[in-house]
């Protein structure tokens, strides 16, 4: 049990093009859903909280217009990154709890390449 | 604010034992995590701690000190599929299940 999804797990786009990805837990129902970024060789940076229904909080210099975060159901969050540019270009990885104090549960990740 | 501290590289011998420490400020805590990272995907699950202690898991243990601010893990009998990045990870508030990742610590195992 316990699996989460991501789609596309990688994407390719051009400079000033938006690119959704979306973050979905298969067998449980996700309060809470977060979303990261890792650039190479770094650790995962937390982008952003999303509650189910409500608005995301979004980690300290993560610009909210620019990543929006929508999670309209409790199996269901999407990533937008609006007007993209090539310092966008990072893995992102979602992960899912079932509610709070819980573990979280990782996607595959979402390579998105920005040229 | 948050400070998680790991080595950033360390190498190892197949069928050896091996420990990552992790160092931690934040100005809260509700637990400390190890998840394990392959190149190119996502983390998985490895341990967890809130009390002092050693939780042990098959070839994993996983050990925490709340005063030193202070966590390892330790892998026995090394295999080379054990190759991967360890990252720790502290959730500092009970019903926030924010988690703040350190730089992550890239084992090699060698033959």
């Known amino acids: 049990g316990a699996v989460v999804s991501q789609h596309p797990s990688w994407v390719i786009c051009k400079s000033g093009t938006s690119v959704k990805i979306e973050c979905r837990s298969l067998?449980?129902?996700?309060?809470?859903m977060f979303w990261y970024r890792q650039f190479p060789k770094q650790s995962l940076m937390l982008m952003a909280t999303s509650n189910e229904g409500s608005k995301a909080t979004y980690e300290q210099g993560v610009e909210k217009d620019k990543f929006l975060i929508n999670h309209a159901s409790l199996t269901l969050s999407t990533l937008t990154v609006t007007s993209a540019h090539p310092e966008d270009s990072s893995f992102y990885i979602c992960?899912?709890?079932?509610?709070?104090?819980?573990?979280?549960?990782f996607g595959p990740g979402t390579r998105l390449t920005v040229t | 604010g948050q400070n998680i501290d790991q080595p950033t590289e360390m190498t190892a011998t197949e069928g050896a034992i091996v420990q990552i420490n992790c160092t931690y400020q934040?100005?809260?805590?509700?637990?400390l995590f190890w998840y394990q990272q392959h190149a190119g995907e996502a983390p998985t699950f490895l341990s967890y701690?809130?009390?002092?202690g050693l939780e042990e898991k098959g070839r994993f243990s996983s050990f925490l000190s709340r005063s030193k601010g202070y966590s390892y893990l330790l892998l026995k009998e090394l295999q080379m599929k054990d190759s991967a990045s360890y990252l720790c990870a502290v959730r500092e508030a009970a019903g926030a299940n924010n988690l703040f990742f350190g730089t992550g610590t890239r084992l090699t195992v060698i033959p």
């Open positions: 992960s899912a709890s079932p509610h709070s104090n819980y573990e979280q549960y």
């Open positions: 934040t100005s809260g805590f509700n637990g």
């Open positions: 067998d449980f129902q996700a309060t809470t």
């Open positions: 701690n809130v009390l002092d």
